[in-house]
């Protein structure tokens, strides 16, 4: 049988796992796509977020949405490119985190997101905080926490 000690278990806040926004790639609302498409090749990323001009958190902008957007009949319209704008095709209706939560808010909302980005209480970018810090963190609690014992059992 496997017994499971538990000790206490110090949930992390928002603030302390995240990345800050210095370091997190972003375009504007007002960029075209063309801009939008080189910063995520060049930066390798699936999405990232959208700003305006006050640094404010606008949405997010994916390769997977431009590609479906530049996407004619028969073939993509690369063209389309520069004539679009990023507010138009992003995706304004994402979760967002404050830097007081939790960890265990941010596991909820990163169920369904790979990163979800962190604002102030005026809308203004703080950073992200991405699934792979979540499950990184989990993993290194559950190992510090939990201490296996082996205990022989008789029928
Ligand atoms: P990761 O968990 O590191 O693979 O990141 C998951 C997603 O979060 C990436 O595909 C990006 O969309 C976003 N992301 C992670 N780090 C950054 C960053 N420094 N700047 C912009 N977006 C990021």
């Not at 504007?28 to 959208?50: C, D, R, T």
Request: proline share 5%; charged share 25%; hydrophobic share 40%.
């Amino acid at each position: 049988m496997v017994s499971l000690e538990k000790e206490t278990l110090r949930i992390p806040s928002v603030s302390e796992l995240m990345i800050p926004s210095e370091k997190v790639a972003h375009v504007q609302i007002g960029n075209p796509l063309e801009h939008a498409l080189l910063v995520l090749v060049k930066s390798g990323y699936s999405a990232v977020p959208v700003l305006d001009p006050a640094y404010r958190f606008q949405g997010v902008v994916s390769k997977s949405r431009i590609l479906e957007e530049t996407m004619g009949i028969e073939q993509f319209e690369m063209d389309r490119l520069s004539e679009i704008l990023v507010k138009e095709v992003m995706d304004d209706k994402v979760p967002c985190l404050q830097k007081n939560d939790t960890m265990i808010d941010a596991l909820h909302k990163l169920i369904d997101y790979p990163f979800v980005c962190v604002t102030n209480e005026e809308g203004e970018f703080d950073g992200i905080i991405t699934r792979r810090t979540i499950l990184k963190q989990f993993s290194k609690h559950y190992h510090e926490t939990f201490k296996y014992t082996m205990v022989e059992t008789t029928v």
